[in-house]
């Protein structure tokens, strides 16, 4: 999809500007901000870990480190930052972990255990059935490297898929494949339809690249609101009819996706346009998305292979960006080092452990100093929360893992909620990720002397990252020379990889997200209940005279006297719709309503 929104078109290859980063002036941004005594602090991160590591955490060096507290020399740390900076020469791409306390013992009594991660990955990237549960191979890192794929129809898969879906979005570009009524003559808008790891990512990637004028225009439905459905094909107007419909859903049939569609051929009904000659499916092959896409012939299915999990399908059909791919390959090379210091993945898995204790005790603050990496925070919320907030272990044992994710973006978080982290309570720690290039070359100007707009943001991310150490805070800083496909292909693939080798930390299963069910089952039990409480209004409704019911008493028909508080929910949710009448009382005082429906449905009532 972003492809079609003219991101597939090369763009200029990354070129570092020089091997050895510029030094954040971290000295002199401390003292501008007050710090507190060290000792203060040492007593509460101490206090915390104690808690936290008595669950299940073996790695004892951790709580003896953490009593240290954090390095404040200037000249040791600026030792510290040297000695660990990572530096990816060919992506232009560091990664800082200096502000992270972790103490060179606890790095070696880690050690063991990133063999394990890197033998576990390795294994993985093999075809192992990594995904336990599921039964599955776990195979996103062969999508931008098929050759890795561990058989040879799965490589032929995944470039045939590539080359359609390039050719796909060319053929879209050009006009060659056009909507049958447009004015135009050519596609103008995009409009996807997906949740979860089928929106995410391409969300994220559009806001990240799209260029200011895409060929296309892209526009998400991903929710079952109602509001936010009507909002979009609003404001698509007329350009409807022109309007690329891409239907994203791996399984095929996930329901928020399903009424999205559903919702949108109906506006396409209305304005007498056939859908099949605009939408697009993608999906697992014979799912019912793929199967209703076959038989109403619709202008191209892509597939979803069954061994690429939802949010790392980032790089699978609809993200078709070959810069892309080239930057997550070139970052999983890097990432299969089994060098702790030159594996930037493996660096992140163990800030991740040192600063969560390996229990997930701190939430992570995704902060980006770049408007258009706003929604990385948001994509990252899934990849890191659905793989790691695990009930149980890969040996059953219950261990409630995970890390939170949070964040928006720099420097416009500094009028929100920094002030909680600089002073307030201590859950957290950030991941600051820096864009070096303000503007392309040529736009800049100083808007006071010797400083630019860029000058200032950049200013406002090494002050805080300041600000916040000197006051404990730990964080670890990404930087990339600027936003592109490459760089933002990198990125993805150095948070999967990074989950995926935390995942072995902890001994859970990344791949799996059995909790998503429960929430997904009980939805359903709810419309079950809301078809009998029609039923039984229905019936009510029928008689003459019309008999009002009180909850109670719908309750008691529906044969769900335990369930009279949803009952309540279900009448006040379709009052508010009108599709419930409220004869006597009001919700504020469930005991006193009586409702009925406005219309007897005389079909249902004798079905
Ligand atoms: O792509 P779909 O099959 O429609 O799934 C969409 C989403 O559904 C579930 O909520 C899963 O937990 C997500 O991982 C997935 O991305």
């Known amino acids: 999809m972003a492809a079609l929104s003219g991101l597939c078109s090369s763009s200029p290859s990354l070129k570092p500007k020089h091997d050895r980063v510029v030094i954040p002036l971290f000295r002199k941004y401390s003292l501008a901000f007050p710090t507190r005594s060290n000792s203060c602090s040492k007593l509460s ?40 900076l990572y530096q990816h ?83 879209v570009i050009s006009g060659k494949i056009k909507p049958p009524s447009s004015p135009e003559g050519r596609f103008t808008q995009i409009l996807s339809v997906g949740i979860g790891g089928s929106a995410l990512g391409p969300q994220f990637v559009a806001e990240a690249l799209a260029p200011d004028n895409p060929p296309l225009k892209i526009r998400f439905i991903d929710n079952t609101d109602p509001g936010g459905i009507d909002h979009q094909i609003a404001q698509l107007g007329p350009e409807l009819a022109s309007t690329l419909v891409i239907v994203i859903s791996k399984s095929g049939g996930t329901p928020e996706t399903r009424n999205g569609l559903l919702e949108v051929q109906k506006a396409f009904r209305e304005a007498g346009l056939d859908f099949s000659k605009q939408g697009v499916a993608i999906t697992q092959e014979n799912s019912l998305l793929d199967n209703t896409a076959r038989i109403e012939g619709w202008v191209a299915r892509f597939p979803m292979f069954d061994w690429v999990g939802g949010r790392t399908s980032e790089m699978s059909a609809g993200i078709d960006i070959r810069e892309m791919l080239v930057g997550a390959s070139m970052m999983d090379n890097a990432t299969r080092s089994s060098v702790l210091k030159d594996n930037p993945a493996a660096l992140l898995a163990l800030c991740w452990y040192w600063a969560c204790d390996g229990v997930g005790s701190k939430d992570m603050v995704i902060l980006p100093y770049k408007d258009s990496l706003l929604l990385f925070s948001r994509y990252l919320q899934q990849l890191v929360m659905e793989s790691l907030g695990k009930e149980f272990d890969l040996d059953g044992n219950r261990v409630n893992q995970g890390i939170s994710v949070y964040g928006n973006k720099g420097s416009t978080d500094q009028h929100a909620y920094i002030q909680q982290l600089r ?21 800049d100007w100083e808007l006071e002397p010797g400083v630019t707009c860029g000058d200032y943001l950049f200013g406002m991310l090494q002050g805080t990252r300041s600000a916040l150490y000197a006051n404990d805070r730990e964080s670890v800083t990404v930087t990339v020379q600027e936003v592109t496909p490459r760089s933002v292909g990198a990125l993805v693939a150095l948070y999967e990889r990074a989950v995926g080798l935390y995942a072995s930390l902890v001994n859970i299963n990344a791949y799996h997200q059995p909790g998503v069910e429960a929430g997904k089952k009980a939805a359903g039990e709810v419309l079950a209940l809301q078809k009998r409480v029609l039923a039984v209004l229905n019936e009510a409704s029928c008689k003459d005279p019309v008999e009002p019911l009180t909850l109670e008493e719908v309750a008691e028909r529906c044969h769900a006297p335990e369930d009279i508080e949803m009952i309540y929910k279900i009448i006040e949710h379709m009052a508010a719709n009108d599709r419930a009448l409220i004869a006597e009382g009001d919700c504020g005082s469930p005991n006193s309503l009586k409702v009925f429906l406005g219309e007897c449905n005389l079909d249902e009532l004798y079905a």
Request: hydrophobic share 40%; proline share 5%.
């Open 45 to 84: 991160v101490a206090g915390e870990v104690s808690a936290d590591l008595s669950k299940t955490n073996s790695v004892g060096v951790l709580k003896k480190a953490k009593q240290g507290g954090l390095e404040k020399d200037p000249k040791a740390l600026w030792r510290r930052y040297v000695d660990w």
């Open 423 to 443: 002073e307030g309570v201590h859950n957290f720690f950030v991941t600051f990720i820096e864009v070096l290039r303000d503007r392309p070359p040529g736009h």
């Open 89 to 171: 020469k060919e992506l232009g791409l560091y990664l800082d972990v200096s502000r992270i306390g972790f103490s060179d013992e606890f790095v070696a009594e880690m050690e063991p255990r990133f063999h394990a991660a890197f033998q576990a990955i390795e294994d993985l990237e093999k075809g192992a059935i990594a995904n336990p549960d599921e039964g599955r191979m776990v195979g996103h890192y062969w999508l931008r490297n098929a050759k890795l794929a561990p058989k040879p129809f799965l490589q032929v898969q995944i470039e045939k898929t590539l080359d359609a879906i390039c050719k796909f979005a060319d053929d």
